[in-house]
């Protein structure tokens, strides 16, 4: 285990809010707080943020979701825990997450745009970038997984 470089959240506090700010947007968008996190969740599996990770699967438990759906996210294309909605949103996160090593987003479009219209689109894709500023954040500084977390987190 690691310890933190720098407590970011005491640092540079316009940048910081903007970034809360961001992210209670994307929470509050017609996508559903639901998806949101499901979709965060695996794009922090993907890059690795144990903070990110933690958070949203704490979230999601507290909106009800199933432990068993929730262990299946990394595995989503096999589980049978997800609709068509929310593999298409999956798969899009996790090709925009790719980006610009590898980029699958013309595969993943076409069913992308039949689940969701064109400002959800955008809805997803700025949750998306919002959770790959917080990993790449919390991954550079080294930001511990919290033992007790705050309220609120």
């Known amino acids: 285990m690691t310890t933190a470089r720098l407590n970011f959240f005491q640092l540079a506090p316009a940048n910081l809010k903007a970034m809360i700010n961001l992210s209670g947007t994307v929470k509050q968008s017609s996508l559903g707080a639901r998806l949101v996190e499901l979709v965060q969740l695996r794009v922090s ?19 009800g979701a199933e432990p068993r759906h929730l262990n299946a ?44 219209g064109e400002n959800e689109i955008a809805e997803l894709s700025y949750a998306i970038a919002a959770i790959r500023g917080w990993n790449v954040i919390n991954l550079s500084l080294r930001n511990q997984i919290p033992q007790n977390p705050p309220p609120g987190f």
Do not use: S
């Open 45 to 63: 599996q993907i890059n690795g943020c144990g903070v990110c990770i933690d958070m949203h699967w704490r979230d999601l438990v507290k909106q």
């Open 73 to 116: 996210v990394a595995g989503w294309r096999e589980a049978p825990f997800f609709d068509a909605r929310e593999r298409a949103a999956l798969a899009w996160a996790e090709a925009v997450n790719a980006l610009p090593q590898r980029d699958d987003t013309d595969a993943v479009y076409p069913a992308l745009r039949e689940q969701f």
